[in-house]
């Protein structure tokens, strides 16, 4: 069994900084690409960032030169370090991924960021 668990959630101004963890436990697995989804209070689940097994990456508009996806894949984990936080980026922040070879995503259980003044 496959688990996701983030890390690196918390409470930070605007302007501030944080750098959310991801990790994948388990064995003999590989994963293909890997995201970050956010869902804020009454809102939809959204798409903040990707990355393929190769290390390309694609950012929501909204956190495009703020945000940066990156991957270990010897580690089994991504991490998104997310700068010049906006109050408006305030979501529970959900990694997933999809494994070689398996037809569905795995998904943490999310890690909260808030961002106030």
């Known amino acids: 069994q496959v688990q996701l668990v983030e890390a690196g959630g918390g409470y930070v101004q605007p302007g501030g900084s944080l750098r959310l963890s991801c990790a994948a436990s388990?064995?003999?697995?590989?994963?293909?690409?890997m995201g970050w989804d956010r869902q804020a209070p009454g809102k939809q689940r959204e798409l903040v960032a990707a990355?393929?097994?190769?290390?390309?990456?694609n950012y929501a508009d909204s956190v495009k030169g703020r945000f940066t996806m990156s991957r270990d894949n010897a580690k089994n984990t991504v991490y998104l370090q997310m700068n010049s936080l906006k109050p408006e980026d305030t979501a529970v922040y959900y990694c997933?991924?999809?494994?070689?070879?398996?037809?569905?995503?795995?998904w943490g259980q999310g890690t909260q960021v808030t961002v106030s003044s």
């Open positions: 990355v393929t097994i190769g290390g390309i990456t």
């Open positions: 388990g064995s003999n697995f590989r994963f293909g690409a």
């Open positions: 997933n991924g999809r494994r070689v070879g398996v037809g569905y995503d795995d």
